[in-house]
């Protein structure tokens, strides 16, 4: 996948979660040493469900999981896993392949993990 389509994205879910949760970038910042994007627990919308609470308090819920995390994070985002989550730069693409298997690879979560990384780095 191109670069810029996955900045474009990564650009897309910084402007969401600015609007739902503006300190974001900050909390980002003081847990940057454990961001991992392919991590459900570490990754962006994982690390401000799960490890601090902070999108459960709108969905008044407690994640069990740090899968549970990031589906939680995306139900208060109103969010679907798949395409919304790829388009807002959450996860990688889940195109398929013609025998239906998902087309993701490594090299897409290292460009998302360094746009992201980009992203919370910069001032708010």
Not at 30 to 36: C, I, L, Q, T, V
Not at 48 to 70: C, D, F, I, M, Q
Not at 71 to 78: I, M
């Amino acid at each position: 996948m191109d670069l810029l389509v996955l900045a474009k994205r990564v650009k897309r879910g910084a402007q969401l979660l600015d609007r739902k949760f503006p300190q974001w970038r900050r909390v980002m910042r003081k847990h940057e040493h454990d961001f991992d994007i392919e991590d459900g627990e570490c990754c962006i919308l994982g690390t401000l469900e799960h490890k601090l609470g902070k999108l459960r308090v709108l969905a008044e819920k407690n994640a069990t999981s740090s899968n549970n995390a990031y589906e939680r994070a995306l139900k208060v985002l109103k969010l679907n896993r798949g395409n919304a989550d790829a388009e807002h730069g959450f996860d990688v693409s889940t195109e398929r392949d013609l025998w239906g298997n998902v087309n993701s690879n490594n090299d897409q979560y290292a460009q998302l993990s360094d746009l992201w990384r980009a992203e919370f780095e910069s001032l708010d």
